[in-house]
């Protein structure tokens, strides 16, 4: 009768070994909540970004897939203009909760450039010229607010500016904004500026 009885009690044992081992520890427990959380922010965060880029960027922003991880954000896909790969990056850094941004994006009208030199002077002079007019529309805004210019970020693509930071007052960002648009050169101004 022992040799029935001691295959049993290592039968129970190994049993109760295993159904005590899929019983999650409340420390586990707490893990998997805020990997939950976790993931309920991310997917919020991604909604957020996709909503302000529809938002800023039209129908050109719908080539855009986000990702989001922990606040760091990433741009992948295709969009038809050089402005709007440039400009997407902007819009996303303007949305709370965002820390970082990894911008992905393919221009279309980039990728029929070839290694060809006349090409890539081309570029290079719109890029200077990009440079040029973010530093004029820094000037004008420094002029018309003063100090609280230091506060915004400016970034031109081919002649659309888009402006980016905080200021404090309702006042101020509409000096900022028509300082912008009244730069020679500029062809459209993009407001991602918060007011505290």
Do not use: H, W
Request: aromatic share 2%; charged share 30%; net charge negative.
């Amino acid at each position: 009768m022992t040799s029935n009885v001691l295959p049993s009690l290592l039968l129970g044992a190994l049993l109760f070994s295993a159904c005590a081992s899929t019983v999650p520890t409340p420390r586990a427990q707490a893990g998997n909540e805020a990997i939950r959380e976790q993931d309920v922010a991310d997917a919020r965060l991604e909604k957020d970004v996709r909503l302000a880029l529809l938002d800023k960027l039209g129908e050109d922003g719908l080539g855009v897939t986000v990702d989001a991880a922990g606040g760091r954000v990433s741009l992948i896909g295709a969009v038809d203009k050089r402005t709007t790969q440039e400009l997407a990056e902007e819009v996303a850094r303007s949305v709370p909760g965002v820390q970082s941004v990894d911008n992905r994006l393919a221009s279309r009208e980039g990728s029929s450039q070839s290694t060809l030199p006349g090409r890539a002077v081309g570029y290079a002079e719109r890029e200077i010229g990009d440079a040029v007019l973010e530093m004029r529309v820094g000037r004008n805004l420094l002029g018309e607010i003063g100090r609280y210019a230091l506060d915004l970020e400016v970034e031109a693509t081919d002649g659309v500016v888009s402006l980016r930071g905080t200021l404090p007052d309702r006042e101020r960002k509409s000096l900022a904004l028509r300082a912008a648009r009244d730069t020679s050169g500029v062809k459209e101004v993009v407001d991602l500026v918060k007011v505290q």
